[in-house]
């Protein structure tokens, strides 16, 4: 039976609650890179570039690329490798740091802008089409019982 109450759920309670969580988000996960990397020839995105051009997108900035690998959670060789492959794809480009000389700023270009709008307008139409009759506050929700979790995973990882 599911409580669907507005209660608190006390930790006895919520830590196997947002385990089904987690069981959810892997395969979920997993099934949408595979997705990614099975559209990667026609979009000429890895799932590894797609984070970068993603990232990049949504900070708004150039970064460097230790930036880039601390907010992927990814280590830095593999962000570099990515990063060259979008730099061969002309997908972004390398700008001077002026708080670093050694460490570029990787920042996106328009054909990168481009790449990455169109996966995302596939993907928010096909998103769109869910179903289930979700509702805004139910996707709020999500979002910040994930957010949540996230923070508290952060936490246990320091």
């Given at each position: 039976?599911?409580?669907?109450s507005d209660r608190p759920l006390p930790p006895d309670e919520l830590g196997p609650r947002l385990a089904e969580i987690y069981a959810v988000?892997?395969?979920?996960?997993?099934?949408?890179?595979?997705?990614?990397?099975?559209?990667?020839?026609?979009?000429?995105?890895?799932?590894?570039?797609?984070?970068?051009?993603?990232?990049?997108?949504?900070?708004?900035?150039?970064?460097?690329?230790?930036?880039?690998?601390?907010?992927?959670?990814?280590?830095?060789?593999?962000?570099?490798?990515?990063?060259?492959?979008?730099?061969?794809?002309?997908?972004?480009?390398?700008?001077?740091?002026?708080?670093?000389?050694?460490?570029?700023?990787?920042?996106?270009?328009?054909?990168?802008?481009?790449?990455?709008?169109?996966?995302?307008?596939?993907?928010?139409?096909?998103?769109?089409?869910?179903?289930?009759?979700?509702?805004?506050?139910?996707?709020?929700?999500?979002?910040?019982?994930?957010?949540?979790?996230?923070?508290?995973?952060?936490?246990?990882?320091?």
């Amino acid at each position: 039976m599911v409580d669907n109450s507005d209660r608190p759920l006390p930790p006895d309670e919520l830590g196997p609650r947002l385990a089904e969580i987690y069981a959810v988000i892997g395969p979920l996960y997993r099934r949408v890179a595979r997705v990614v990397e099975r559209d990667s020839p026609r979009s000429g995105l890895s799932v590894g570039v797609r984070a970068v051009l993603e990232r990049l997108e949504l900070s708004g900035a150039a970064e460097a690329v230790p930036q880039l690998a601390r907010a992927l959670e990814l280590s830095r060789q593999f962000v570099q490798r990515m990063v060259n492959d979008a730099l061969e794809q002309g997908f972004v480009e390398m700008r001077p740091n002026p708080a670093h000389r050694r460490s570029a700023l990787v920042a996106l270009t328009e054909r990168g802008h481009a790449a990455i709008r169109s996966v995302q307008a596939v993907e928010h139409e096909a998103m769109g089409r869910v179903g289930g009759d979700l509702t805004a506050a139910e996707v709020a929700t999500t979002l910040r019982v994930l957010r949540h979790m996230l923070a508290a995973v952060n936490e246990f990882d320091v």
